[in-house]
T-cell receptor, first 117, second 110 residues
Framework: GAVVSQHPSWVICKSGTSVKIECRSL??????MFWYRQFPKQSLMLMAT?????????EQGVEKDKFLINHASLTLSTLTVTSAHPEDSSFYIC?????????????FGDGTRLSIL | GQNIDQPTEMTATEGAIVQINCTYQ??????LFWYQQHAGEAPTFLSY????GLEEKGRFSSFLSRSKGYSYLLLKELQMKDSASYLC???????????FGPGTRLSVLP
């Protein structure tokens, strides 16, 4: 089945550090990937849609200069949290969907728990 | 606009049956998905409905009524490991993005 790999699983770093998170589709090509953020006991909130070969589409309220997204290939999207601060601490999850059939679900990576000290 | 509603929390007993409801009002509809999410983990896909009716998958079943904007997830023979959050998600007309509901935290008690 479709597998999405996300790395790293955990990041603990100092305030002001930039953090890069990778999302890979391992056995399928994904022209579109999605980045979500989830705070404790809350649901997934879509941050942005990552499009291969073009600019990402950001949801309202998400700063594109702070959350840099690059989708350079059909199997890799990266999210960089620039100059992270404690309020950016959250669970970040990526997902991708096989394009072959419209009934395909999104497949999620294992998520990255980001803690900014 | 997009609005998906689910109960916040539910409690049930091991071995019992529980039904988790989801109502939605979205600008378009191209399928409804249910996901299970254990604390600290990513969601895992459970079921998919695009036509009205019941889809059964082992201990899990999901029902959809498009005219009512309503779905439910039915869990039978509950096990302790079923304690998790259950997310209802609707795919919009463009077929790309999913809109997730707030999730229902299910606690299964012995």
């Amino acid at each position: 089945g479709a597998v999405v790999s996300q790395h790293p699983s955990w990041v603990i770093c100092k305030s002001g550090t930039s953090v890069k998170i990778e999302c890979r589709s391992l056995d399928f090509q994904a022209t579109t990937m999605f980045w979500y953020r989830q705070f404790p006991k809350q649901s997934l909130m879509l941050m942005a849609t990552s499009n291969e070969g073009s600019k990402a589409t950001y949801e309202q309220g998400v700063e594109k200069d702070k959350f840099l997204i690059n989708h350079a290939s059909l199997t890799l999207s990266t999210l960089t949290v620039t100059s992270a601060h404690p309020e950016d601490s959250s669970f970040y999850i990526c997902s991708a969907r096989e394009q072959i059939a419209s009934n395909q679900p999104q497949h999620f990576g294992d998520g990255t728990r980001l803690s900014i000290l | 606009g997009q609005n998906i509603d689910q109960p916040t929390e539910m409690t049930a007993t091991e071995g019992a049956i529980v039904q988790i409801n989801c109502t939605y009002q979205t600008s378009g509809f191209n399928g409804l998905f249910w996901y299970q999410q254990h604390a600290g983990e990513a969601p895992t896909f459970l079921s998919y409905n695009v036509l009205d009716g019941l889809e059964e998958k082992g201990r899990f079943s999901s029902f959809l009524s498009r005219s009512k904007g309503y779905s439910y997830l039915l869990l039978k023979e509950l096990q302790m490991k079923d304690s998790a959050s259950y997310l209802c998600a609707v795919r919009d007309n463009y077929g790309q993005n999913f809109v997730f509901g707030p999730g229902t935290r299910l606690s299964v008690l012995p």
